[in-house]
Structure formats: C-alpha cells, structure tokens
C-alpha cells in the first residue's frame, strides 16, 4: 500500500535519472512556489516610480565652493538671516534651498527674519541671493549694514560695528 | 588610516560586547557566530554613537577629541575584559554539528541566483543613487546629515536643537548623526562617504541578519526566500536613501531574531541583554523606535501570560532585557529630558482624529495601498508573503510558536500605532501619509517576512523534513538549553 505525502502532486518513481531527480522537487506543490518566487523576485518593476526626494533639485556638492568661501566669510558661531529678495525678504516656492544652504553652511544657524527687524533684532549676518551687486548694497544701507563679500551668487552683509 | 581606526574600534566593541553576551562561546555553531557578528557591528556603531554624544554634551570643552578617543578605548577594554571572562567561565567542548536537512539542488540553485541577482541590483542601484545624491535624499540633508553636521562642531553643535529650525525635527534621536559626526571629528573631514556607506552597511547587513536566521531556525532554501525578499525592502528604501529608516528596520528585525534565537535555547540569557541592547538602539535611532519598544513589551507581556510563565523566569528574562537596553535607552531619555524640544506630533496632537470615520478610512486605505504596492519586483511584495503562506500554509516549529505569535503581535501593535499616530497627527493628513507610509513599511517588511518564512511549512519531500520540527538541531547551548514551559505543542 502506498500513500502520497502530504504537499505531494504525483508518485515518484523508485530510480530516476539525474536531471528528473534535480527536477523532482517542483512535483511538490510548495517547492513549485518557492521555484516561482525566487523566479518572479528576478524580475524587477519595469519603471520605479519617483519617491518623495526625487522630484526636487538633487542636492549635489557641486555648489561647495561658494559655500567654502561664505564658511570663510561668516563666523562659525554666526546667526545668519536668510533672503532671497531685493527687499530682504525670503519668499522660496520649495523648502529645499534653505535646508541645502542650512546644511552646508552648518553649525552657522541659517534663520528667516523680517527686514523691518534688521537694524535692531539679534542677527549680525545676513547671507541671500539678488540678482544685482547693486541691490545688495542698498539693502546694507537701508538696514546699517555693509556688504561683506559675494560667493557666487550669494552677498553676505554685516552689521556695522 | 584614521578612517580604519575610525571604523575598526566600534566594530571591535560591537564584536567584544557579542562576545561578552555569549555569541562567540565554544559551543555556538558557525553559522551562530556569523549571527553575532552581524548584530555585533552595528552594535558597535550605537555605543560608540551614545559615548560620543555624552563626549559632545559634558566632556568636548574639557578633554578635547583625545578625550574621546579615550572613552572608547576604556570601552574596548571593559567589553574586552567581559568577553575573556566569559570565555573563561563558559568554555566548553565543542557541540556536536546540526543536522540539516537535504535540500533541493534545484531550489537551493534557483535561490542563488536570486540572491546575487537582487544583491547585485541593490548594489548598483545603490552606486546610482549615490551618484545623483551624494548628500542623501531630502531628510537625510534636511535630518540627519545636518544635525551631524551640527554636533561635529565644538562651537555650534547645540544650534542642532534649536528651535528656529523647527523644521529639521530637533527632537529626533542621535544614533546616526552623533557617529557621522564622532567619525568625521576623527577624519577631520565631513565626507559624505561616511552617512553613505554607513547606509549602505546597514542594508546589506538587514539583508545578511535575515538569510543566516532563518538559515539556523528552519534551513537554507526559507533562508534564500528570506534574503531575496529582505533584498527587495532594502531596494525600497533606496528612494530614501540615507534616512534613518532601514537602521531601526534593522535594529527592529534584530531584536526579533535575537528573541527567537532565544526562544530555542531560552537558558542563553546574554541573547536577551543582545536582544535589549537591540531594543535600545531603536530609540536612540528614531522616534518610532518607542513604539516598537513599547509593542515588543506588550507583546512579551501577553505571550509570558498565555505560557504562564513562572515569575521568576519572567523576571530573570526581563532583567536580562533590561539591562541590554539600559544604555542606549537612558542616553536617549536624557537626550528628551535635556536637549531635545517637544516633539512636534506630540505638542499638536489632535484627539478629534480618532473619532473621525472619514480620517480614519483614509488611513485604514493609504495602509493597504501601500502595502499592497510595496516592494521593487513586479508582484508586490505583500502578495509574495501573502501567497508563499497560502500555498506552504503554517508549520511553525513548536519550540518557536510562543516567539513566532509574540512576533506576529508586535507587528500588528506597531502598525496599529503608526495607525493611531497618523489619526491625531495635526499635520495635513494626505501631506503625512504621502510622505511617511512607505518608510514606516519599511521598518516592519523585514521582520514580516522573518515571520512568514518561520512559519513556512516543509518545502520538499516531507520524508526529509519532520513536520513540526526545526530542520537543524539546535545544540548551539551544548545541551544546556531548555525549551520555555508552556512554549511546546498545544
């Protein structure tokens, strides 16, 4: 009398020759899946879809020289004000540019503050991104400031002391 | 030359506290040994992380970096010294071999390949995105890489927490940032090597921690099924990769190994202070590692109940635990009590969440969504798990069904808890979950499958494999072990 084993499609025969024997195992039913697994985990997603980072500018260090020379420029202890605008303001469609300039320029803190607290609030440095040379300097004018240098594309003002 | 001395020493003292817990003991079987060693490295990283954060809040000003490389070479030797007298206490013959089951050529072949071939995609893909984004994806330089870069300073390493950066999470925990930092302290450099490869070790060793344990609990082809889908979860983080995601996926899958490992040979108590060293490195890597703390506690908790548990057993357990995790967990409360802002989920809880059926049906959907989608192959990973227990259907051996139905309660207790945490939370929900549900899958995907493949039944001719029964003979205890009471046949 036999019996087939549990997970067991078909009898097996007593001698087989070696490439049935290495194929024996996919008559079991759980052998077969675990054979189509491993083959379905070899074929990857056709196209992986973007992730939450992947839409933004990759932040590269390809931009370290104006930073190197602005680690130069402002003290390593500094509280720097932030701005994008002529005004001094800081208007930024994604958050990506201050935590880039954040991280490159740490342990400076990097912080935002509006312009009309410029001349009298806690910061010293002032570090922002305008077009015009020009701009830039009658920013530090109207706030009591002077321009302490330019990297790049970004102007660094001091308060007058 | 100083980056080796910069990464040999926590590898030393990983491996030495290992040792000390009994890993490395006479009678563990080889493939045991590796086990160690895989847990031992990155243990390694956490303690010299937690010792160079004490450095950086009490001691930089007064003894400078030489000051904190004497810490960790007192470490090195107090481990050390515990280790060899382990050794000497502990030494014994050498336990005979496990038997293993034959396996299927074809199988075992088949696995292979997959293997190297998703360790080979992970790999590249790695190299890749590394190319494109040196500095790590956007929380790794909004996070984690900045606050290192914060803490390498002697001058500036406080602003990390300020709240004027609200948005970097000041709050976070400090296993990654206070080892970037300690690293390039020594280098004297802040090279994005360091965070990315740090990274990179944990996804190979996430992968290696689940081959090697479910190659000891129920043999290598499970064991190949297990690294192959582990592999795909660590593909899946490479879309945030250099975040602190896949460390406490780690840490998390580590703790449950090591209390499955200790399931079988529950006498084994330095497994327990591994497993609570583990545990402890989950909160001092993330804030979602309390809540897996707490589910693991839970879990124990109830299991202990339903085994009826001896107290005294009970208490030696948690004891054991206990002191494993008593380090990187008080370095992490310390850190909450004395730096750390409040955590902004928890200033702006909104209660109301948990009785809105609406928010509540978003969350239950965006879960199953992801799940369902998770994973880089072509089928979802969830549906692999899902269909390999369908068609082998549940065997768990019986020395391993107390630990297995812990296992599959804490998992379901921190899903729950992610749950419940995107109910209250009082940020833009769609915002939230869009941007958190894959990595918090990604914490649980490694353990999931640890258990999936635990319980798979017999792959092959049953007549090679007793039902019911671990394919190896555990007599990694010499004998010594004993099964839990209550923890047999029910």
Same mark, same amino acid.
């Given at each position: 009398m036999s019996a087939t084993p549990p997970g067991r499609i078909g009898p097996q025969g007593a001698s087989l020759p070696s490439l049935r024997r290495l194929l *024996?195992?996919?008559?079991?039913r759980r052998a077969l899946a675990t054979a189509l697994l491993f083959m379905l985990t070899v074929v990857p997603k056709p196209v992986v879809p973007p992730g939450p980072g992947d839409s933004l500018a990759a932040p590269r260090p390809s931009s370290a020289p104006h930073f190197a020379c602005l680690e130069r420029l402002v003290p390593v202890g500094a509280t720097v004000a932030f701005f994008t605008e002529p005004d001094g303001t800081a208007r930024l469609e994604a958050p990506m540019p201050l935590y880039f300039s954040q991280f490159q320029l740490a342990p400076r803190l990097l912080v935002v503050r509006p312009p *009309?607290?410029?001349?009298?609030?806690?910061?010293d440095w002032f570090l922002g991104t305008v077009p015009d040379p020009s701009q830039a300097r009658a920013l530090a004018a109207q706030h009591g400031l002077r321009v302490a240098g330019q990297c790049g594309p970004w102007t660094a003002l001091e308060r007058l002391r | 030359m100083t980056l080796l001395a910069a990464l040999l020493l926590p590898a030393w003292i990983g491996v030495a506290v290992a040792g000390a817990c009994g890993a490395f003991a006479r009678s563990v079987s080889a493939s045991g040994r590796v086990l160690g060693a895989i847990v031992a490295l990155p243990v390694g990283l956490g303690l010299t992380s937690a010792l160079a954060f004490a450095w950086m809040a009490a001691m930089r000003q007064r003894v400078g970096t030489a000051g904190e490389v004497g810490l960790e070479l007192l470490l090195a030797a107090l481990v050390s010294i515990a280790w060899w007298a382990r050794r000497g206490r502990h030494g014994g013959p050498q336990a005979a071999s496990p038997s293993t089951p034959r396996p299927a050529p074809l199988l075992v072949g088949l696995g292979s390949l997959a293997l190297a071939t998703g360790l080979w995609r992970l790999f590249r893909d790695w190299m890749v995105v590394t190319w494109r984004q040196p500095l790590g994806g956007w929380d790794a330089v909004a996070i984690w890489n900045l606050k290192a870069r914060f803490l390498a300073s002697a001058e500036g390493w406080s602003r990390a927490f300020s709240s004027e950066i609200a948005w970097s999470h000041p709050d976070y925990p400090l296993l990654l940032p206070a080892f970037f930092a300690r690293t390039w302290i020594w280098l004297g450099d802040r090279s994005w090597v360091v965070p990315a490869a740090t990274g990179l070790a944990f996804l190979l060793l996430a992968v290696a921690l689940a081959t090697v344990s479910v190659y000891r609990l129920r043999g290598p082809v499970p064991a190949l099924v297990a690294g192959v889908l582990v592999c795909g979860v660590a593909h899946t983080s490479l879309r945030f990769h250099q975040y602190a995601d896949m460390p406490l996926a780690f840490w998390f899958l580590a703790v449950n190994v090591l209390l499955l490992e200790n399931a079988v040979r529950p006498r084994q108590r330095g497994t327990l202070v591994f497993a609570g060293l583990a545990a402890g490195a989950m909160v001092w890597t993330k804030n979602e590692g309390w809540a897996m703390l707490l589910a693991l506690l839970a879990s124990e908790a109830i299991t202990a109940w339903r085994d009826r548990l001896p107290a005294g057993e009970l208490r030696a357990r948690a004891l054991a635990f206990g002191a494993g995790l008593a380090p990187l967990a008080a370095t992490t409360v310390v850190f909450k009590l004395t730096l750390a802002p409040t955590n902004d989920l928890v200033e702006g809880v909104a209660w109301g969440g948990l009785a809105d059926a609406g928010r509540l049906a978003t969350i239950a959907s965006r879960l199953a969504s992801d799940v369902l989608s998770f994973g880089p192959f072509r089928v979802s990973l969830a549906v692999l798990v899902a269909g390999l227990v369908l068609v082998m259907g549940a065997a768990v051996p019986p020395a391993l069904r107390s630990a297995a139905f812990s296992l599959a309660l804490r998992l379901a207790g921190v899903m729950a808890a992610y749950g419940f945490t995107f109910a209250v939370t009082p940020r833009p929900l769609e915002w939230h979950l869009a941007t958190t549900v894959e990595r918090l899958l990604s914490h649980l995907f490694p353990s999931a499958v640890l258990l999936a493949t635990l319980a798979m039944g017999p792959i092959g001719d049953p007549a090679l494999q007793p039902p019911g029964e671990p394919p190896h003979r555990q007599a990694d205890d010499g004998g010594a072990g004993e099964r839990r009471p209550g923890a047999g046949v029910r």
């Open positions: *024996e195992p996919l008559g079991h *009309e607290t410029w001349r009298s609030g806690d910061v | -």
